[in-house]
């Protein structure tokens, strides 16, 4: 904390975004969510992205500053169109529900498959829903298995819950108990509770 107040105070922008985060979390120093969001802001406004995510955050959730959607949509823009994964999936999840921003899922899609293609677990999730219900693309079930995969493996527990029910009820792919079974095993395991209710209508837990 002593070293990036030094550099952050002679305007270093990582700096001031590390600054944000040891006061956003509470990492060697007290936990202050305002100051965070000051030094957060001060990165932000240099143009850096990941200062901007995390502006945004603050604003969608109303942590360290009131609450205002609109503004959490522009500062994830300003990060998503520096190619920030997390700020992609954040505005693409804006567009999905028409959060400080008018509904498009055809927008949600084209941030969700940006986010996914850089490896986001929960871009990958979602890109695999839109495929399975056809939102704002064709629906294509073989498609959304393939993102679900991708997602699961990285231990995204929806995502594991999802391909889970598409071995089971053979959406997308071949039925399978036994793959069924195993994916929805890995989202009981955190807690995913869809998941745990079906193990137990197997009469497997």
């Given at each position: 904390v002593k070293w990036y107040r030094l550099a952050a105070e002679q305007k270093n922008s990582e700096a001031r975004w590390r600054l944000g985060s040891c006061y956003y979390f509470g990492t060697g120093i007290r936990e202050d969510k305002q100051e965070a969001v000051k030094w957060y802001r001060l990165a932000a406004e240099q143009g850096n992205a990941k200062a901007q995510w995390r502006l945004g955050a603050c604003y969608y959730f109303g942590t360290g500053i009131r609450e205002d959607k609109q503004e959490a949509v522009k500062?994830?823009?300003?990060?998503?169109?520096?190619?920030?994964?997390?700020?992609?999936?954040?505005?693409?999840?804006?567009?999905?529900?028409?959060t400080g921003i008018r509904e498009d899922k055809q927008e949600a899609v084209k941030w969700f498959r940006l986010a996914a293609e850089q490896?986001?677990?929960?871009?990958?999730?979602?890109?695999?829903?839109?495929?399975?219900?056809?939102?704002?693309v064709g629906k294509n079930k073989r498609e959304a298995v393939n993102w679900y995969f991708l997602s699961a493996k990285k231990g995204n527990a929806e995502a594991q819950r999802r391909l889970g029910a598409c071995?089971?009820?053979?959406?997308?792919?071949?039925?399978?108990?036994?793959?069924?079974?195993?994916?929805?095993?890995?989202?009981?395991?955190?807690?995913?509770?869809?998941?745990?209710?079906?193990?137990?209508?197997?009469?497997?837990?």
């Amino acid at each position: 904390v002593k070293w990036y107040r030094l550099a952050a105070e002679q305007k270093n922008s990582e700096a001031r975004w590390r600054l944000g985060s040891c006061y956003y979390f509470g990492t060697g120093i007290r936990e202050d969510k305002q100051e965070a969001v000051k030094w957060y802001r001060l990165a932000a406004e240099q143009g850096n992205a990941k200062a901007q995510w995390r502006l945004g955050a603050c604003y969608y959730f109303g942590t360290g500053i009131r609450e205002d959607k609109q503004e959490a949509v522009k500062w994830f823009r300003l990060a998503a169109e520096q190619k920030n994964a997390e700020a992609q999936y954040s505005l693409g999840r804006c567009y999905y529900f028409g959060t400080g921003i008018r509904e498009d899922k055809q927008e949600a899609v084209k941030w969700f498959r940006l986010a996914a293609e850089q490896e986001d677990a929960e871009a990958q999730w979602m890109l695999g829903d839109c495929y399975f219900f056809g939102h704002g693309v064709g629906k294509n079930k073989r498609e959304a298995v393939n993102w679900y995969f991708l997602s699961a493996k990285k231990g995204n527990a929806e995502a594991q819950r999802r391909l889970g029910a598409c071995f089971y009820f053979g959406h997308g792919v071949a039925k399978n108990r036994q793959e069924a079974i195993r994916w929805y095993r890995l989202a009981a395991e955190q807690g995913n509770s869809v998941a745990i209710s079906m193990l137990k209508k197997l009469g497997v837990m």
